[in-house]
Structure formats: structure tokens, C-alpha cells
């Protein structure tokens, strides 16, 4: 094995666990790209940044913003950077880097190639009513999340899974594919595994919401529940905000959303069928959907005391929702 | 289950040295006060694996248990528990 020089381009928790990691090796890493802390703390929330860490460990820093300049590859070069490995880092990596390396770059994708390119993956397949997810270690390219696979780890979505639940599988299992990209080439490069992505059926998504969050009660209850926890970060601030629904004229945000236990009704969709335990059950277009609380003008309120049966939710007569919630690029 | 104090003192200096949150004490609210984000919250989830040496159920999980560190150090104390009589 022939330690490696390494430069990071990371954030978030996948960086941060990436950096430990490296740092901890017997690999050098010649830097860390990050966006460092404000007044207010780490970029996302408190606790500690890629940036804050790499300087806690005393490693060179420098602006995650540099991977988009074309110089900044001969400085690379000049510290004999073996490979770059990138890890949430969202900024798009200009060419003559990505090649600067002796091994190239390399990042750490959360969703299966090519169909889950871009941005929010694990929120998309949700959307799209995936059953399986993935995490992606491929090679990059000019081209986003477009480079040839070295790793990949699948697994199956729960019907209750949240896209915070997705994110945080893609972070514990992507990481590890990161390093073993790492341990592969240090011991034979010529190992590594190298899968061309097809470009059939490539899908680049984006971060904008689907039907600006608002619910189609038209659409099958499973896909209305899914829609739900594809914006659901638990108690932390979804990337695409919250999903909205109009309950008696007022805007809500319908809370812990379960597919219910019957099956078609003669109800229009959107209809408030029943109030039973703790839980509202409102008819989908196919099945119904249970909906145990609702947030309204920011106060957390129990379905049981804010809708009555018969009441109608949906959503504004001008918003036009299209009839499948498939999402595209 | 009540976790053992030696164990809340642990997740307290985790806290404070590998993820730089500072918490006020082992009951206080660390979701609703914004003391752990998304991103800290993964961080959390991967750090108390390693340390402890547990897999946390992701299939199974409640945020609550993520509520405090006291509901934390229980969370941890029974799937060390269930580890250990596997």
C-alpha cells in the first residue's frame, strides 16, 4: 500500500466523517475545500463545519469556491495531489481540476446513476415512488454525476422512511465507498472498478419543490404519503420547505401523513372521511391517507381539533397540479 | 429505562469535543431549540455508532429519542444492551 495525498472538497456531515477518517490514515491530505463558519456558526446549524474541524486538526483550508477555477489545478499539481475526493461539496469542479489528480476525482453521489443526477436525490425518489435507493462513489467528469461508477451501495425505502432518514442511510454507507476508493488505489489502482454510466434514462433533478409543496389529493394514497416524507426532515428545515394543503380556506402543513386502512371511496378526494384515535382520514384518489396533526400559523395542532368530518382539504382553485407528481428535471 | 449518569457525562463531553454543541444540561431540548441541526444530526447518528460501537435502526427510529441527551444516553444504553445479548 502507497499512502496517497489527498485533497477534500466536502461539508456536512459526509465531509466531516470523510475528513476524520483521512486524517486518521496514513494518507497525507494536502488540503481542505470548505466553506468556512460565519458569526452564527457552521454553515446548516451549530456544531462544528468541515472547515472547523480541518483546522482543529491543523490542515490547510482553502474556499470550497477554488474547484471552479482553472488555475487552481497547477497548484494542485504542485502539491502532488494524488486524488480529489468530494463529499457534499456542491460547487461544479471546472475540467482542468477534475484532471489535475494523478487519479482524478472522485464523489460521493446520494442516488443511483443515471437516473437520480443533481440535486436532493433521496426527496426525489420519493416522490417518484421508488422502492430501492442507492449511494454512488463514481469518477467525475465534466459532466455532473455523469463520470463512471467505481461503488455503489443499494438499499430498500421502508414505507414510513423520511427523506432525512434517506440522507442519513446515503451519508453511513457512501462514506465508506469513498474510503475504499482511497484503500483501492493505494493498493492497485488498477483495481478499481470502472462502470460507464448509460446515458439512457439519465435524469438531472434540481433543487426546486414539487407543485411548490403543495398536496394533489387526487393521487394515490401512497403517493400522497410519500410526497409527505419526501419534504420531511423530522424537526430540521426541509431543502424544499414544508407541503402545504388548504384546510377550511387556511394554509397547513399536514404532520405525520400514514396510508390508511380502506380502500377506494365514493368521497371526493381531499375529503375528511373520518376522526378515529388520534387521527383524521381523508380520502386520496385511489385509497385514503391518515393525517395526525397539522401545523397552522406555526402552532402544532392535533387533526382531531382542527377538522371536522366532511371537510374538505386541497389546494388553491389557481394552482394548477399535474396529475402524476413524477418528477422531472 | 434511566441511563447510567456516567453515560450522559460521556454524550455531554461528545458534544462539546467532537461536535462543538455546546448543551446547557442533559434535559435540554436539542431539536426545537436548534442546538442539533439536519447536518448534526447525521454527524450524531454516525459518532455515537463509532463510539459505542451499536447500530442505531434507521428503519425504526424515533426523533424523540434524539430529544435530549438523557433520552440519547438511554437510546445508546439499550442498544449496547441488546448488542451484548445477541
Redesign the interface.
Known sequence: MTPLTVLIAGEEAAGLQLLRALAASPHRIAGVLATPDTAAGAPGGQGRSVHGAAVALGLPTLPAVRVRDPAFAAEMRVAGVDVLLNAHSLHIVCPEVLEAPRFGAFNLHPGPLPGYAGLDAPSWALVNGETTHAVTVHRMAAEVDAGPVAYTATFPIGPDDTALLLYTRTTRLGVPLLLKVVETLADDPDRLPVVPIPRQGRRVHRRRSPNGGWIDWHAPAAAVSAFVRAFDFGPFPSPWGTVRTLAGGVEAVPLRVRIGGRGSTAAPPGTVLAIAGDAAEIACGDGTVTVASLLIDGRRRPATDCLRVGDRLGAPPSLAIPPLLKATA | MIPHPDLETSLMALFEG????DVPATDSDL??S??????????L??VL?ERFGIQIP??D?E?DQFRTVRRIAALVEELTAQRAAA
Do not use: A, Q
Not at chain 2, 467532537?18 to 454543541?21: A, K, M, V, Y
Open positions: 467532537e461536535l462543538s454543541i431539536l426545537d436548534g442546538l442539533v441541526s439536519s447536518v448534526t444530526f447525521v454527524e447518528v454516525m455508532e434507521l428503519d427510529l426523533l
